[in-house]
C-alpha cells in the first residue's frame, strides 16, 4: 500500500507539488479570515456572591449563609446549578446558568434574590455580587505605536517626546535625570 503511494507520488511529482500549493493557499486564504481569539472564552455564565461573616465557622457560614441565599436562588430561569465554597468567615455562591441566559438578566435576578434572602441572614451579614468575570479572566490587546521625530507636535522643553531623541516626562524630568526606582 505504501509503496504503491511513494511510487504513485515519485512518478506524478508535480501533481504532488502542485496540490500541495493549493493546500498552502487554501490554508493561507483561511488563515486570513479568522478572528482573532488568543483564548476562545469557554466559560460558562456564572454569577458570583460574596460574604464576609468573621465571627462564624465554616459550617456555621454553611448553614445560616449559603444553604439561605442557594435557596433563595432557586427557581432562576435559566440556572442550571449552584455551588458554594465556605471558609472562616467567608463564603461564595456560584449560581452557574445556561449559556442561553443573558448574563445581565441572570444578575439582575441574583440582585433580586439576594435582597429577598439578606432578612433571612445573620444580623451584620451583607451578601455582595462579584463583577462580571470568567474563568479566563479579561484579556487586553496593547500595541505601541511609534511615532517619527519629524512629526512631533510640540515644541521642544514641553512634555513629550523631544527632537534630539531624549524624553521629557509630564512633570517636567528629562528622562535622564528620573529618579531611581527601589
Not at 9 to 38: C, H, K, M, N, Y
Not at 68 to 74: D, G, N
Not at 168 to 182: C, D, M, Q, V
Amino acid at each position: 500500500m505504501i509503496s504503491r503511494l511513494v511510487t504513485f507520488s515519485v512518478e506524478r511529482r508535480w501533481l504532488v507539488l502542485l496540490l500541495t500549493l493549493v493546500a498552502a493557499l487554501a490554508g493561507i486564504f483561511a488563515l486570513q479570515r479568522l478572528p482573532i481569539d488568543a483564548v476562545p472564552d469557554i466559560t460558562n455564565n456564572q454569577v458570583q456572591v460574596n460574604v464576609l461573616a468573621p465571627s462564624l465557622s465554616p459550617d456555621q457560614i454553611e448553614r445560616q449563609v449559603s444553604f439561605t441565599i442557594e435557596t433563595s436562588l432557586k427557581g432562576i430561569p435559566g440556572l442550571a446549578y449552584t455551588r458554594s465554597l465556605n471558609r472562616n468567615g467567608f463564603a461564595q455562591i456560584t449560581a452557574v446558568f445556561t449559556d442561553a441566559t443573558d448574563i445581565y438578566f441572570a444578575r439582575q435576578q441574583v440582585a433580586e434574590r439576594m435582597r429577598m434572602a439578606e432578612e433571612r441572614l445573620p444580623q451584620g451579614v451583607m451578601p455582595e455580587m462579584g463583577p462580571i468575570a470568567t474563568g479566563l479572566g479579561d484579556i487586553f490587546m496593547w500595541t505601541v505605536e511609534f511615532q517619527e521625530l519629524n512629526r512631533v507636535k510640540h515644541r521642544d522643553g514641553e512634555p513629550g517626546l523631544q527632537r534630539d531623541g531624549s524624553y521629557i516626562t509630564p512633570e517636567g524630568w528629562p528622562s535622564h535625570l528620573l529618579p531611581a526606582r527601589s
